[in-house]
């Protein structure tokens, strides 16, 4: 089981403190992705704190990934990232952001396979890693990645994450298992699946539909239930007040570290309300109740509201 890359959300802090709550659930994460931006190299590599070997002690082992599509930066980062004692490093082809997808980059590369062919063409003989890429079903059509498996197929990659929805989707309507189904026998690599396993029940029906894929990556799922990993692991759906105690353990100790290492109380207060939004729905209290702690205005009365609430 693999934790998926959520900029803002899965860096290493969330990954120490999660690791120490639950450890070992996940095989391993794959970090948030790191840009690559033609002829400029030291700015991506300003970004890459989050995945230093020391910066990683105690978190779950870690794939960097990077976004972009220029080879020389792509090699350049890739084995500097091998020279710290990376063996595997993530394409992501399936950001969908606009302002990213407009530039080939992400998911807005789906589209153009004779330009992935010459990215993973020059790269690949070139890079000291591994490539395994994380990828949507296409732009705006499932007829792209059709189209794109058969150059994928060609390169020795570790493996293939697929989110089975459109860049253009966002995050909207549902993952196509349709288009899923039909893709994965096409696949010559390992597949991983990802999309959309909040629940236990979730994980049951997809890996027993598709039971030659190779992994399942969780994103947000382990955001409105710390829990489900180990429910998944273990095999055993978790009471409300099984999921509440390890819950609220772990909304403390992120909140005390969040408190330790942000620098400013804007930016702390920020940071507990994005994780406040989506790791209230694994305690047992209403919508209502949860949005009171976004209407607080400091940090000490967000803290209370949260204390009070997890207690
Ligand atoms: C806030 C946020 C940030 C994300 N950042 C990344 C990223 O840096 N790299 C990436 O490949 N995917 C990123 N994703 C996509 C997730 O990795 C994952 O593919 C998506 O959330 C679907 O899986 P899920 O339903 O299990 O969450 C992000 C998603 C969210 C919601």
Request: aromatic content about 8%; hydrophobic content about 40%; some cysteine.
């Amino acid at each position: 089981m693999i934790l998926a890359p959520m900029q803002g959300l899965t860096e290493v802090l969330f990954r120490r403190v999660y690791n120490h709550h639950f450890p070992s659930v996940f095989d391993y994460a794959v970090a948030p992705f790191v840009s690559l931006t033609h002829g400029n190299l030291a700015d991506a590599t300003k970004k890459i704190d989050d995945i230093l070997p020391e910066t990683n002690v105690g978190s779950i082992p870690v794939i960097p990934q990077i976004l972009g599509k220029e080879p020389d930066e792509f090699i350049a980062l890739g084995n500097r990232l091998a020279d710290l004692g990376y063996t595997e490093l993530n394409w992501n082809l399936g950001c969908p952001m606009r302002k990213v997808a407009a530039k080939h980059r992400g998911s807005g590369i789906l589209p153009y396979p004779d330009e992935v062919r010459h990215i993973l063409d020059t790269v690949i003989p070139q890079i000291k890693t591994d490539i395994s890429v994380k990828m949507r079903i296409g732009l705006t059509s499932r007829d792209e990645i059709f189209r794109l498996v058969p150059v994928l197929n060609d390169y020795p990659l570790k493996n293939v994450t697929i989110h089975p929805r459109l860049g253009r989707q966002q995050y909207t309507g549902h993952p196509d298992l349709e288009t899923f189904a039909n893709v994965l026998p096409l696949i010559k690599h390992p597949v991983i699946y990802n999309g959309d396993i909040c629940t236990l029940e979730d994980y049951n029906t997809l890996t027993r539909r598709f039971n030659d894929i190779a992994d399942v990556m969780i994103g947000r799922g382990v955001l409105y239930d710390p829990t489900l990993p180990l429910q998944i692991k273990s095999g055993k759906k978790f009471s409300p007040e099984e999921k509440k105690l390890s819950t609220a353990l772990f909304i403390a100790d992120l909140i005390k570290n969040i408190n330790s290492e942000l620098p400013t109380d804007e930016a702390k207060l920020r940071k507990i309300k994005e994780y406040w939004c989506l790791l209230s729905r694994s305690l047992p209290i209403t919508e209502q109740q949860a949005r009171t702690v976004l209407h607080a205005s400091t940090l000490p009365q967000t803290q209370q509201l949260i204390l009070d609430f997890i207690q």
